[in-house]
C-alpha cells in the first residue's frame, strides 16, 4: 500500500464533515472536500455505513494505522451527486417553475372542494 493506490475500503461511520472508514487494520477519513467538487447537503444521501467503496490513498501514518483518502479522485462523479446537483438549478429556473406549482396547488384545492 503506498500513496496514490486505490484500495476498497469499508464504510464505518459518517459525520457532517466526511467518512470514516477501515481497510486492512487502518482507519481513515475521507474528509467531505474529497467526496466531490460540488456542494453535497448531506453525505448520509451519499453512503451508509457498510458501503464498500473505492478511494485514493493521498496519506498513510503507518504508525497510528491511519490513512487520508480522496473519493473524488478515485471515482467519476457518483450517481447520487449528479442527481442532486440537477435538483439544485437556481432561481432563475424556480422563477419559471414557481407558477407551473401555485396553478398546480390551486386546482388541486379546488378539486378537494
Known sequence: MKINDIVICEVT?????????SY???????????ISDFFIASIEDIFSVGD????????????NKKLRLS??????????????????????????????WVDKAKKKMEDQK
Open 13 to 21: 461511520g459518517i459525520q457532517a464533515y466526511g467518512v470514516f472508514i
Open 24 to 34: 486492512q487494520g487502518y482507519v481513515g477519513l475521507i474528509h467531505i472536500s474529497e
Open 52 to 63: 464498500q467503496i473505492e478511494a485514493q490513498i493521498i496519506e498513510i501514518d503507518a504508525e
Open 71 to 100: 473519493y473524488k479522485k478515485a471515482n467519476q462523479q457518483h450517481p447520487r451527486i449528479k442527481k442532486m446537483v440537477k435538483i439544485r438549478i437556481g432561481f432563475n429556473s424556480l422563477k419559471k417553475t414557481l407558477p407551473h
